[in-house]
């Protein structure tokens, strides 16, 4: 009785003990909400199989040690009913869940169906390298262009994003496999040699989250960390201006038009000074 | 029954011995790791050696115990304490209570005062600010108390506030309310420790470079005890300011094996930077030392006063008036110089910082009118500024120079072809094809690489031949060849190679 009861009472506690999701247990993305739901129905599911299951072959076990010892042994060719039940109810709850679930993978997997598709929020191209996150950011107000160009901004171990808007990111590899894996928000996706993958996602609420590499990549696997600096939609714009005057670049905000090839840029800001 | 014994018992035996052999050889392998002195040491007499590890080790310590050093340049990050009484009368109620419970006879209330005494615990001005004070410093607030107040009388502390509240109030008079030092050099241990966790297996206890993993790297890790640092904001001549050894350990170098460590807390930067510098100013004070007594007191030197005639006990009489005489006046003097070399570099102007902006890469050059800026950066790429003749034409670092013989400082040739950096490594010029920049990718950054070379290797400062317009259009060129992996700029697509023929 001891070691069901401890297994339980484990169960039981193991998300009060943070044993369970990462933070404090609800995800900082929209889609990360969704695929906790999803992950709690299933669990809903298969525990209700689980238990329905176990009882049915307690019960057969049960109905045949009790079975007197001079009773001959019964030959049967099954039942057709049961075996249509067994296979129909198992079925359904696979289709059930099948289908309810492509919606939340298309919207984290499609990029049809990616919100951030629209210009401005491809914001980042993240390259993954042995132990650390390079950053590239375009010039604020201009979209990411697909291969480095100058008047790129650049940074590391730290990707910057605006709250409560929908972002794009590229995700590039170096050298070996990587996995971008932002735990809170419940966003993973591997990073593979020679592929460029768009990955986008959304954070509710400003503040810093941890950003890990989740594929063992070599010896400094466990130290490949960054964070996600999610930034209101004003401080967003101010740190990424500052970025663009360290940088020494203009910024297609604060430029009318997109200068014309030849003629001095007018919009030259000073050097930062470190 | 009897077979499983029989199975048991080696097994119960091997486990016992498994066990004393890790016990043994885990204590054998526990030995204290120490600073390693510099190879150089090696060429002087056994004498003058002892001399300089003497005095290297009366200032810096070991590992297991460092010196706090005297100097400024390094922060210790003593940690004070200010007290400050907070005045709260005593009652009628609390001194009887008082004199009930404890032997001494107090009559006058005003006699005692004050329930509670402040700490003000301040750091070095670089730390801005004390998280938490550490057992050793909690313990240093009990043992002050202990002398001043009774021992006796229980406190709370707020860790918070730093405020130690008195169950009984205390005699004014009782209290020194002076600054006293909770907790010496914290900050070196600190950035010791810090070390010790996150840089030893490349950089090595001594910072030597010669870590645990560094021979499996290139470039090899940073050996500091040159005090030479490759990327810098300040001038040529200058070395590293303080913020561009926090900056590389924050930033990282990219394309070599030296990571960011940005998720520290700026405290632990600077810990670990200052740390950086104490290893960094022992190696050089050593190299210094050792050049000093080099000069009379080497094995050659002595073997060759030796041949001129000289008596060992002579000589060595010599040198032991030497070390009491000149020998004090000779470390204090180069202690002296390597702080203000290093206080030079943390001086605003010592940093190299553009003038005017700097023009689009496709907007006219503020050098030359008549050209773009990177048409006239890739001209003196290949002409005036002689980069080519190391970077290559292309930007690829295969210039003719990566194929010639090269000598080191002492005139020897090295073994193999190519640049080589004052450690002795083979240090190719950078191929900017590959797109990855190490000094940083902020146009300042490559400006000052440009403007002030990368010390400690053959990259030169062109500062003093190159205007500063015509830094500019280099940078653009740079800048524009470092986007374009593999492919030839547009200038060069656009214009036959005159130029490269001609050099
Ligand atoms: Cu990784």
Redesign the interface.
């Known amino acids: 009785m001891f070691w069901p009861v401890l297994a339980l009472y484990i169960c039981w506690v193991a998300p009060t003990l943070g044993w369970g999701f990462p933070g404090d247990g609800v995800s900082d993305s929209p889609i990360g909400k969704r695929i906790d739901h999803l992950f709690w129905l299933i669990m809903a599911i298969t525990t209700g199989v689980f238990v329905l299951t176990q009882i049915a072959m307690g019960y057969a076990l049960w109905k045949a040690s009790t079975k007197k010892p001079e009773e001959p042994a019964q030959h049967f060719h099954g039942s057709h009913t049961l075996e249509v039940i067994w296979t129909v109810i198992p079925g359904a709850l696979l289709l059930f869940i099948a289908f309810y679930q492509m919606d939340v993978w298309a919207d984290f997997r499609l990029k049809s169906r990616a919100p951030a598709t629209k210009s401005g929020s491809l914001i980042a191209e993240v390259t993954a390298r042995q132990?650390?996150w390079?950053i590239r950011y375009p010039v604020p107000g201009k979209d990411l262009s697909p291969?480095?160009?100058?008047g790129?901004?650049?940074d590391?171990?730290?990707l910057i994003i605006p709250a409560k808007t929908p972002v794009m990111i590229y995700l590039r590899t170096d050298d070996v496999q990587h996995s971008f894996f932002l735990p809170t928000l419940r966003i993973k996706q591997d990073a593979i040699p020679g592929k460029v993958i768009p990955i986008w996602f959304e954070a509710e609420e400003p503040g810093s989250y941890p950003l890990l590499c989740a594929e063992l990549c070599g010896?400094?696997h466990y130290?490949m960390?960054?964070?996600l600096t999610v930034l209101s939609q004003e401080d967003y714009t101010a740190r990424m201006q500052k970025m663009a005057q360290?940088?020494?670049v203009?910024s297609a905000a604060s430029t009318p038009a997109a200068?014309t090839?030849?003629?001095?840029?007018t919009s030259?800001?000073?050097?930062?000074?470190? | 029954m009897n077979e499983m014994m029989s199975i048991r018992r080696p097994g119960l035996l091997s486990w016992c011995l498994l066990m004393l052999t890790t016990l043994l050889t885990g204590c054998m392998g526990s030995s204290q790791p120490d600073f390693v002195g510099s190879k150089r040491l090696d060429s002087l007499t056994p004498y003058a050696r002892e001399a300089v590890q003497a005095v290297i080790k009366d200032k810096f310590g070991s590992p297991s115990s460092l010196r706090c050093p005297t100097t400024t340049v390094i922060a210790t990050g003593d940690v004070r304490g200010t007290v400050a009484l907070e005045e709260s009368k005593a009652t009628q109620e609390t001194l009887d209570k008082l004199n009930t419970t404890s032997d001494l006879l107090i009559e006058d209330p005003m006699e005692l005062t004050s329930k509670s005494i402040r700490f003000v615990p301040t750091l070095d001005q670089q730390f801005a600010a004390i998280e938490k004070l550490t057992e050793k410093e909690n313990a240093a607030i009990k043992d002050y108390l202990a002398a001043v107040v009774s021992e006796s009388r229980p406190i709370t502390f707020n860790a918070e506030k730093t405020e130690i509240t008195l169950a009984q109030p205390v005699k004014p008079a009782s209290v020194n309310e002076s600054e006293f030092i909770l907790d010496e050099c914290r900050a070196l241990y600190r950035g010791q420790q810090l070390y010790m966790l996150h840089c030893v297996h490349c950089h090595g206890v001594s910072g030597d470079g010669n870590g645990a993993s560094a021979k499996y790297m290139n470039p090899r890790p940073r050996d500091y005890r040159q005090g030479v640092f490759k990327f810098t904001s300040t001038a040529a001549t200058s070395k590293a300011s303080t913020a561009d050894i926090k900056h590389i350990i924050a930033d990282g170098i990219a394309g070599t094996y030296m990571p960011s460590f940005k998720l520290l807390s700026e405290d632990d930067l600077t810990s670990i930077t200052n740390y950086v510098k104490f290893l960094a100013f022992r190696g050089e004070l050593e190299n210094r030392l050792i050049n000093e007594v080099a000069f009379e007191y080497s094995q050659k030197a002595y073997d060759e006063r030796i041949a001129g005639g000289e008596k060992p006990e002579e000589i060595e009489t010599l040198f032991k008036d030497y070390l009491a005489q000149m020998f004090p006046d000779i470390v204090s003097s180069n202690v002296d110089l390597i702080a203000a070399d290093w206080t030079a570099a943390d001086e605003a102007d010592s940093v190299i910082t553009p003038q005017g902006p700097r023009p689009e890469p496709d907007a006219k050059s503020l050098a030359d009118a008549t050209k773009t800026s990177i048409e006239n950066g890739h001209l003196l790429f290949l002409t005036k500024g002689q980069c080519a003749a190391c970077h290559g034409e292309n930007g690829r670092g295969d210039g003719v120079q990566t194929r010639a013989m090269q000598a080191n400082a002492q005139g020897d040739m090295f073994a193999e072809p190519g640049l080589h950096d004052e450690w002795g490594n083979l240090t190719p010029p950078r191929d900017f094809r590959t797109g990855v920049l190490r000094g940083g990718r902020r146009p300042v950054d490559i400006y000052r690489r440009i403007h002030s070379g990368i010390k400690g290797t053959k990259m030169p400062p062109a500062g003093a031949s190159l205007t500063e317009e015509e830094i500019w259009d280099l940078v653009n060129y740079v800048l524009v060849m470092s986007n374009s992996k593999g492919q030839p700029t547009p200038v060069q697509a656009a214009k036959p190679t005159t130029e490269v023929s001609s050099n």
Not at chain 1, 147 to 150: D, E, I, L, R
Not at chain 1, 261 to 265: D, M, N, T, Y
Not at chain 1, 268 to 274: F, I, M, P, R, V
């Open positions: 132990f650390e390079r291969t480095p160009v100058p790129d901004m650049y590391v171990n730290e010896w400094g130290k960390g960054g964070k360290d940088f020494g203009a200068p090839p030849g003629v001095a840029s030259q800001t000073q050097e930062g000074a470190n």
